[in-house]
């Protein structure tokens, strides 16, 4: 398959990491809002309000999100790049120009013939391949495409599993900005004060209201 095709979550972590190391640079504290910080680096609006414990938690979950998309990426690109050489190998595969819907039928058919004779039976024609050695294929035992087959559905479950931790990965931003959004406001309920007052002269009752920023 064309490098152009591939995914590689892992490049676009590598992004967000560095991106997150510009963003923490030192700057005017004034100038971003707390829960704007979160958002963009989990447990930095924590960190900034004093709830240093806090901010720890979302900065482990990251590291370990980030870590799991990253080792599992990988992972799969390596048994993908494993399971084609040995379809190259026990089944005489041209791989280049392939995309996942011809892995998915080399493993589940013999051979070509196999396959195109299948679907001329269900009159699905326009899934038929073309008779030319670079789409055929032919195995040297059903145990070796039964093996590549389980090569394959591992590579792809671990190639979903990075995609929802990608989903992951911004639900712990979102979740941080929330978070410090109440503890935001949390800090600021704790520098409101209502101070109740009486005129002795004509007893009007009156509230003094304090707020501190």
Known sequence: ???????????????????????CQPVNKKIIDPVIKSFLVPGWGQSELGYKDRSKIYIYIETGVLLSIYSSSKYSNEIKRNYIAYAAKHAGVTT????????????NFNT??????????????????????????????????????SRRIQSDKLKLFSTFAIGGLFLNHFVSSIDALYLKRLSSANNFSIMPYIFNENMTIGYKIEFSI
Do not use: A
């Open 1 to 23: 398959m064309p490098r152009i095709n591939q995914i590689k979550p892992f490049k676009l972590i590598f992004f967000l990491f560095f991106t997150e190391l510009i963003i």
């Open 96 to 107: 280049d120009g392939k995309d996942r819907e011809y892995w998915v039928d080399i493993g």
């Open 112 to 149: 070509l013939n196999e396959f195109n004779s299948e679907h001329l039976r269900n009159r699905e024609s326009k899934d038929l391949y073309p008779q030319t050695n670079k789409w055929n294929w032919n195995w040297d035992s059903s145990e070796n495409r039964k093996y590549f087959e």
